[in-house]
């Protein structure tokens, strides 16, 4: 079954930077399309990042726009997000989802979520 | 200010039928784009309820459907029952914004 696992989540300053970690298994990592989804807390969900299925392609929500760098490992089926200039409005739960098949890798839908992991940025 | 609007909230009484809208525009549902539709019970990851307007994935009860017209679409809930109540969202594909963007979701109460 598909599985999803995040990790890399943590309580940061802010202007500094993290590294989240996606890890995915059962399916074939390497011919989808991935995305970051966040949720800051008590609030609703707010897509922050996509990646072709073989890295050709990355797109960003305007507020991480040249200051997060999502990227993906098809050899160790993990997809990534880099956080750098991190600032207290980033704090949420980070979720990697799939994109369903049949569907281009930006505009699709996400059939499996990981179950999150919290980024807290504070002073 | 989400591009997708949503109702904050609805209610309703078990065994009731209640319906959420999503209301977008030119460069979303009016471009052709689909509407998709996530349940997120408290706690928990989202999960898919509807995909591609009106296609529920398997598992998911045939209360739950979606339906899509020109700029605007609906999730409808039938005979409602207390494990329904949820956050849901609805989440397409803005051209102008070229991204994935999402209503700011419905917290459904079942009195």
């Known amino acids: 079954q598909v599985q999803l696992v995040e990790s890399g989540g943590g309580v940061v300053q802010p202007g500094t930077s993290l590294r989240l970690s996606c890890a995915a298994s059962?399916?074939?990592?390497?011919?989808?399309?991935m995305h970051w989804v966040r949720q800051a807390p008590g609030k609703g969900l707010e897509w922050v990042a996509v990646?072709?299925?073989?890295?050709?392609?990355?797109y960003y929500a305007d507020s991480v726009k040249g200051r997060f760098t999502i990227s993906r490992d098809n050899s160790k089926d993990t997809l990534s997000l880099q956080m750098n200039s991190l600032r207290a409005e980033d704090t949420a739960v980070y979720y990697c989802?799939?994109?369903?098949?049949?569907?281009?890798?930006?505009?699709?839908?996400?059939?499996?979520w990981g179950q999150g992991t919290l980024v807290t940025v504070s002073s | 200010q989400s591009v997708l609007t949503q109702p904050p909230s609805v209610s309703g009484a078990p065994g009731q039928r209640v319906t959420i809208s999503c209301t977008g525009s030119?460069?979303?549902?009016?471009?052709?784009?689909?509407v998709h539709w996530y349940q997120q019970l408290p706690g928990t990851a989202p999960k898919l309820l509807i995909y591609?307007?009106?296609n529920r994935p398997s598992g998911v009860p045939d209360r739950f459907s979606g339906s899509k017209s020109g700029t605007s679409a609906s999730l409808a809930i039938t005979g409602l029952q207390a494990e329904d109540e949820a956050d849901y969202y609805c989440?397409?594909?803005?051209?102008?914004?070229?991204?994935?963007?999402f209503g700011g979701g419905t917290k459904l109460t079942v009195l």
């Open positions: 989802a799939k994109v369903a098949p049949h569907y281009s890798d930006s505009s699709g839908y996400f059939d499996h």
């Open positions: 059962g399916f074939t990592f390497s011919n989808y399309g």
């Open positions: 990646i072709s299925y073989d890295g050709s392609h990355k």
């Open positions: 030119s460069s979303n549902f009016g471009a052709g784009y689909d």
């Open positions: 591609g307007n009106t």
């Open positions: 989440q397409s594909y803005d051209s102008s914004l070229s991204g994935v963007v």
